[in-house]
């Protein structure tokens, strides 16, 4: 099972970026797929997640209204738009599957290979 982000990048404050997160030896609508992020100093946590059935979905308080998640299963992959990007998103970002959406890390079944995105002010 491997998990592969991908996407991330320098950009200014207010820039966006999408992140990818593609899949291998599993099929992703079998899982919620969460993209979870850890700054430097800063404890893991919960971006946002994308329920199998896309019912659920989630978003953490300060990257609602800036941040989309959205999953393209024909393609195996699952999307994470971030616009009017901030310094404070600067951390890598890592995508995961999960049972259920769950902003807890400790629910994580599968991790991917994180990301780097920096954002300058």
């Known amino acids: 099972v491997q998990l592969q982000a991908s996407g991330g990048g320098l950009v200014q404050a207010g820039g966006s970026l999408r992140l990818s997160c593609a899949a291998s030896r599993f099929t992703l609508d079998y899982y919620a797929i969460g993209w979870f992020r850890q700054a430097p100093g800063k404890e893991r946590e919960g971006v946002s997640c994308i329920a199998s059935r896309d019912s659920i979905i989630y978003y953490l308080d300060s990257v609602k209204g800036r941040f989309t998640i959205s999953r393209d299963n024909a393609k195996n992959t699952v999307y994470l738009q971030m616009n009017s990007l901030k310094p404070e998103d600067t951390a890598v970002y890592y995508c995961?599957?999960?049972?259920?959406?769950?902003?807890?890390?400790?629910?994580?079944?599968?991790w991917g290979k994180g990301t780097l995105v920096t954002i300058s002010s």
């Open positions: 995961v599957a999960q049972i259920a959406c769950d902003p807890s890390p400790y629910s994580v079944v599968y």
